[in-house]
């Protein structure tokens, strides 16, 4: 668990190794984005901790029907979380940018990196909603090869990318943004699948499903706090 979690941290400090040897404001615009990525982290993290006690604690009951619930109520709190950065990255990505700095070079950089990672953060917010899946069964190396093929993805695709090797198109910021974005979709394929067949104390299904306020509610007691905690 501390693997994955610090590899999800190194995917801002990777892209920065790259784009610095485009220009110092370029690097300068990635940096000023990691505050608004470590945001989505802590919301998705801060959730995941939620969804690890409530679903620890009725798996230790024998409650699967609700186990089951929690685990489909931990993916909608995901795609919820998602809309709300993508709207973000959509709409507020450069005034974000202009309360940091008034350098229109690194403001225009800066919007182009967060809105990818924002706009496309579905990948991010998925992947750690599985992987707190299967760590909440007890499954927590399969969370750490899922972070580990993201962050590796991540590592290749950054100078393909963005200085446009191997016949790619030189996308420059916007490459390093691309190329997260694949590694965690990635991830969150890999975590999916391992949820769907080698997690059998689970059962994903969104057949009849709808969203319980009781649910969420215990989910997120446990969960502002660490959401807090890490903002």
């Known amino acids: 668990m501390m693997i994955s979690m610090l590899v999800q941290a190194l995917y801002n400090i990777v892209d920065s190794m790259f784009v610095a040897q485009l220009s110092e404001n370029a690097l300068t615009a990635v940096s000023l984005a990691f505050p608004a990525q470590n945001l989505m982290i802590a919301v998705a993290t801060g959730t995941g901790v939620g969804v690890n006690a409530a679903l620890s604690r009725n798996l230790g009951e024998k409650n699967f029907d609700r186990a089951n619930r929690i685990a489909d109520h931990a993916l909608f709190l995901a795609a919820m979380s ?4 993508a709207l973000f990255g959509l709409f507020f990505a450069r005034q974000f ?38 760590q909440s069964t007890g499954k927590t190396i399969y969370s750490m090869y899922t972070q580990g093929l993201g962050a590796i993805i991540n590592i290749v ?41 080698k997690n059998p104390d689970i059962q994903i299904s969104f057949r009849g499903f709808r969203p319980s306020a ?16 890490q903002c």
């Open 157 to 197: 695709m950054d100078p393909i990318l963005i200085f446009g090797l191997c016949g790619a198109p030189r996308m420059g910021v916007a490459g390093a943004a691309v190329a997260t974005v694949i590694g965690q979709f990635c991830g969150a394929g890999m975590t999916l699948y391992f949820n769907l067949n």
């Open 82 to 85: 998602y809309i709300v950065f």
């Open 97 to 134: 940018f202009r309360l940091q700095t008034d350098i229109e070079e690194i403001v225009d950089l800066g919007t182009t990196y967060l809105r990818v990672c924002t706009i496309a953060s579905f990948g991010l917010f998925m992947e750690i909603a599985c992987e707190r899946l299967l």
């Open 214 to 229: 009781k649910a969420i509610g215990r989910i997120y007691t446990v969960g502002l706090p660490s959401i807090a905690m």
